[in-house]
């Protein structure tokens, strides 16, 4: 049994339930810990979710060092009913999360059979209300002069910046070779950033500043390389496209 995929939740929830979930006076339980017996087990097939029905229907989610206890107490009724376990607000993740859509690799695969996708990686722990580290793609079919092209587009976003990093990219299939890749910042309004940072939405932006472009033969590890090096970080980029090893 496993927990919930973070993606089913937005930033906005899991905000709230973090913000709320943090005023709980935790001083009245022994060693902090909440009794099961009081937790609500929503059990959707192989996944579970947990609800506190005594704090307003909040949900509470395993720390680091419980989650697979946690993950097998779900399943024995017996052992819940004595268990008590610490929680949190917000999962806790090592790394990058994906939000929502998939990896680049299939992102590429579902665009050429449905003409396009968007992704979303995101790092939680980032949050500073609304914002938080977040890189998107988006991944769509496009005619170009050299003909019918996938395009990659890549933002990565900072929650102190309205500022992105902006990457394009394009490929037959971006599997074998490239013959386009640009990398750019792009200034975007607040009105315009939160629209961005919302959903798959796409908008044009206040300013933008290009500030490297290749045209000819560029093969995806080339591209990969220009990614860490023009990205003020990298994590969410090589956990999106899989990156396991970039030489620079």
């Known amino acids: 049994?496993?927990?919930?995929?973070?993606?089913?939740?937005?930033?906005?929830?899991?905000?709230?339930?973090?913000?709320?979930?943090?005023e709980i006076d935790l001083r009245n339980m022994e060693d902090e810990l909440f009794p099961c017996s009081a937790?609500?087990?929503?059990?959707?097939?192989?996944?579970?979710?947990?609800?506190?029905?005594s704090h307003g229907a909040l949900y509470g989610f395993a720390v680091p060092e419980n989650g697979r206890v946690i993950s097998s107490l779900v399943n024995n009724d017996r052992l819940w009913k004595?268990?008590?376990?610490?929680?949190?607000?917000?999962?806790?993740?090592?790394?990058?999360?994906?939000?929502?859509?998939?990896?680049?690799?299939?992102a590429v695969d579902v665009a050429l059979k449905s003409g396009g996708i968007t992704s979303c990686f995101f790092k939680p722990e980032t949050l500073k209300g609304l914002r938080c580290s977040k890189l998107k793609i988006?991944?769509?079919?496009?005619?170009?002069?050299?003909?019918s092209m996938l395009q990659m587009?890549?933002?990565?976003?900072?929650?102190?910046?309205?500022?992105?990093?902006?990457?394009?990219?394009?490929?037959?299939?971006?599997?074998?070779?490239i013959c386009h890749f640009d990398g750019a910042t792009i200034q975007y309004s607040d009105s315009g950033l939160?629209?961005?940072?919302?959903?798959?939405?796409?908008i044009k932006g206040d300013l933008k500043t290009k500030h490297f472009r290749l045209d000819g033969k560029i093969t995806v590890d080339d591209m990969h390389q220009l990614a860490s090096a023009f990205l003020p970080a990298t994590e969410l980029y090589d956990e999106a496209f899989e990156v396991t090893t970039v030489q620079n």
């Open 82 to 106: 004595q268990a008590k376990v610490r929680l949190g607000g917000m999962p806790v993740i090592c790394g990058a999360a994906p939000h929502y859509g998939v990896p680049f690799r299939n």
């Open 194 to 202: 939160e629209t961005m940072l919302a959903g798959s939405s796409k």
């Open 1 to 22: 049994m496993k927990p919930k995929p973070i993606s089913s939740f937005s930033i906005q929830q899991l905000t709230k339930n973090n913000e709320a979930f943090n």
């Open 39 to 53: 937790i609500q087990r929503v059990i959707e097939s192989t996944r579970y979710a947990l609800i506190l029905r």
């Open 138 to 147: 988006k991944v769509t079919k496009v005619n170009d002069k050299r003909g």
């Open 153 to 177: 587009e890549a933002w990565q976003f900072s929650p102190d910046s309205n500022c992105a990093y902006y990457l394009h990219a394009l490929s037959q299939d971006f599997s074998s070779q």
